[in-house]
């Protein structure tokens, strides 16, 4: 059973979690399986869908069968979860060494029934149920949930910390809200005081002004290598319409997202020679009330170069590419969609 445990010295939770120690690991023994030998190998590949826990949801031909070929986009339960949705949200007073249960939900997002390992290797209409069903799931939580925050996240490579290769996100609903959300929260909440404005929308209108870091401007979002990127060839997909939550998105509007974040990974696909990264989508916690100062984003993290000393110990990241060289190699990246056209600035 996992447990949540608080450090003593500092505010932050880890998950301890023994069972996730089994999940299997095919970056251990081989390279990432081609598409050709992907058939019977792979558990996320239409056909073995016995090989995962049944599903909790699914984007399906009309007529097929839960659990059984047929499906475009299938959510199980993670076989070796980090947090488990029976746990009890209780937990006994044991400071100064403080422990709950480990509760949460944890959820796999498979976004092909063929064995596909590269964002640039689904189709259009496939990325845009990959979507629909990220919208879906958090919506559905948001709604029903007893928990504080869904983290939905895409782990690309063994450096990201991918155990298969086959497309897939995952999808943790967290009994408290992560330290990295409360402080972006907790940033977006002070600039708001100062200045009656929210953050986010204000690094739009600069870097649209700036026009150094930007990568593709389309309607409804903008794609962007941020100003102090962490990490070489770090974008953000940022919504231009101001809003807290992911799922809120209209039926259009994920299809223009899902359009745009093909275009962007497929892009960051081509620059990097082996393409290894984390996607996060940063959206509000479930609290019914509004977080009026919050503007949801999405965030793609290249692993290009490890971590060492320097950065374990000061908490700073040493980044090599600058973000303006960064949009210059995206936008020249040659893909096969055309970007659409947008109102000026």
């Not at 069968?65 to 986009?73: C, E």
């Not at 895409?154 to 009994?175: C, D, E, F, T």
Request: proline share 8%; net charge negative.
């Amino acid at each position: 059973m996992s447990e949540w445990r608080k450090d003593l010295i500092v505010d932050r939770w880890v998950i301890i979690a023994p069972d996730r120690a089994g999940r299997p690991d095919e970056f251990r023994q081989q390279r990432p399986v081609a598409p050709s030998l992907a058939g019977g190998k792979c558990p996320f590949c239409e056909g073995n869908e016995r090989s995962t826990p049944g599903e909790i949801a699914a984007v399906r031909e009309r007529g097929s069968a839960a659990d059984a070929p047929g499906w475009r986009v299938r959510v199980v339960p993670n076989k070796y979860p980090a947090v488990v949705e029976g746990a009890e949200l209780a937990h006994p007073p044991g400071k100064p060494f403080e422990c709950r249960p480990g509760a949460g939900v944890h959820e796999v997002i498979i976004e092909s029934p063929r064995h596909r390992t590269l964002a640039g290797q689904l189709t259009a209409e496939e990325m845009s149920d990959v979507v629909g069903m990220y919208c879906q799931r958090l919506g559905q939580h948001r709604r029903l949930s007893r928990f504080a925050c869904g983290l939905l996240f895409k782990n690309v490579g063994q450096a990201a910390g991918a155990s298969l290769a086959h497309l897939h996100s995952q999808l943790v609903v967290l009994p408290m809200v992560p330290a990295v959300l409360q402080a972006e929260l907790d940033g977006a909440r002070r600039f708001a005081n100062a200045t009656g404005e929210c953050v986010f929308c204000r690094m739009l209108q600069l870097e649209r002004q700036a026009d150094e870091r930007v990568v593709e401007v389309t309607p409804g979002f903008v794609a962007l290598c941020p100003y102090a990127s962490r990490f070489a060839m770090e974008t953000w997909i940022v919504p231009r319409q101001h809003s807290q939550h992911v799922d809120l998105l209209s039926t259009e509007a994920q299809v223009e997202l899902a359009e745009l974040l093909q275009r962007t990974l497929t892009k960051l696909e081509r620059v990097l020679a082996d393409p290894t990264y984390n996607m996060i989508v940063h959206t509000a916690p479930f609290d019914t009330n509004p977080v009026e100062h919050y503007h949801w984003h999405i965030e793609i993290l290249p692993r290009q170069a490890t971590a060492a000393g320097f950065e374990w110990g000061s908490g700073y990241h040493i980044n090599t590419v600058s973000p303006e060289a960064a949009a210059r190699l995206l936008q020249s990246a040659e893909i096969h969609h055309s970007p659409r056209q947008v109102d000026p600035i």
